[in-house]
């Protein structure tokens, strides 16, 4: 009964047009709303976590039992908060909400205990980059018995910020695994410091503590005397420890060089229109439009020649999210910013032609085909693709004192996450060592069980 109810309740949801090509005309607000509207319904047919019997916050997985690690439902969430702020479609606030809530874990740090077998430090980061918008866009706030926004984003940095998190090895910076038994512990990356760079920059401008700026401002030189930047801006993944961090993955990721750029954004804002702020932005600029865009249109050189990961497959969405939020904290590069969004969005569109209603959308945007592959993470790319072009009428990110109405607490995250003690520690990798299974109990969700798989 509950599938079916939930089958009439999206069709009433549903635009009246469904079957048919993605139809946008960029010039009129209106137009772009409506087809944001018709991607996130059909984002939203892939999770089911609203259902009886299934998870609140996550997509389906982790393989083998689905394609989705924990992380992305963190990161689906930041983009349905954006599209709310963006259109003013409150649709999907409830599940918003109810998803966010529900994955804070027992200490309210993003770190559940069911997930620590596979939890890196980004992916907490993406549950608390989603809480920080949140606080800065002015999404639901909880009762204040329950977590608030601004102090889940502050639990997380607090835990990353650790002095255990940070040791000697390549001169610092974090590890992309938070547990030494995790496959990745020995590597130290790009994403994860981006994220924590990003989130100190946020917070620093938000509650105006120079705490946050300061440890911003020592990841960011670390993160260059590394060399994950070079002299050109290319931005690189990472390095292992074992070799100091001098064996540099080149790949280069759309999501890495934009949450450097958005973080540096924030950072240009918090001091005032620092010179040093501006001259890179501009050239992390310089580099994204260099690498990651053809003709105007945003490309994964690292996979979409070849074969693209099912976390691959979100990036585009992230990057775009995050250069318009750049346009509204560092208006200076707005005009260059919103000429790369409009000519990248447009080809994004043209390609929704696919599955059973003629317009979902595929990865492979510069070719302006389908390519035949859908997923929650191709959706995600074109309405965070679409929802990018109404920045400019939406209110920008508050602060503490601009109107945010978060509760903070600047002591959250005293306990960092542990392993669950009763359960046996492999090195196994992300694929394997994450997997979980809930069991449901009788007719209705009595309780429900987290068995950890090796």
Known sequence: MWSVTRTLNLLWLAPAAVLGALEVDLDSPDSIKNAAK???????????????????????????????????????????????????????????????????????????????????????????????????????????????????AQAVWNEQAAPDKHDDTCGGGLRWQIFASNKGYDYKNTIANGCFF?????????????????????????????KYIDKDWNVFDGG???????????????????????GAAYMYDYTNKS???????????????????????????????????TDMLSFKGYVHRWLAVVTQVAP???????????????????QCTGGDNGRQCGFHWSTGVYDGKTGAGQQMNVL????????QEAKAPVTNSTGGTSIGDPNAGSRSPQLPQDVPVTTGDRAGAGIVTALVLGTTIGGIVWMAID
């Not at 993955?249 to 450097?260: D, G, K, P, T």
């Not at 693709?385 to 920045?391: D, F, T």
């Open 38 to 152: 018709q991607v996130a319904y059909d984002l939203m047919t892939y999770y089911h976590g609203n259902e009886s019997g299934h998870v609140p916050g996550i997509l389906p997985g982790p393989p083998p039992d689905g394609d989705y690690y924990w992380w992305q439902g963190g990161a689906l969430w930041g983009t349905m908060v954006d599209y709310w702020h963006f259109t003013g479609d409150e649709t999907y606030n409830d599940v918003t909400y109810q998803a966010l809530q529900f994955q804070v874990g027992e200490n309210r740090d993003y770190a559940p205990l069911n997930w620590t077998l596979s939890l890196g430090n980004d992916d907490q980061s993406f549950w608390g980059m989603s809480a920080m918008l949140a606080a800065e866009v002015g999404f639901r706030d909880p009762p204040r018995e329950d977590p608030q926004w601004l102090a889940l």
């Open 198 to 226: 990003n989130m100190g920059a946020r917070l620093a401008r938000y509650t105006q503590n120079e705490t946050y700026a300061n440890w911003a401002i020592k990841t960011w030189d670390w993160i260059m005397d590394v």
């Open 332 to 350: 200076f590069t707005r005009d260059r910013i919103m000429r790369l969004l409009r000519s990248s969005a447009q080809e994004a569109v043209k």
């Open 275 to 309: 010179k040093d702020w501006e001259d890179r932005i501009n050239g992390l600029l310089d580099g994204m439009e260099r690498v990651f865009f053809v003709n105007g249109t945003l490309y994964e050189p690292s996979c979409e020649a070849g074969v693209c990961t």
């Open 384 to 391: 965070g693709a679409l929802s990018s072009l109404l920045v």
């Open 240 to 262: 292992h420890v074992p070799y100091n961090c001098t064996d540099t993955n080149r790949q280069q990721y759309s999501y890495n060089a934009a949450i450097l750029l958005s």
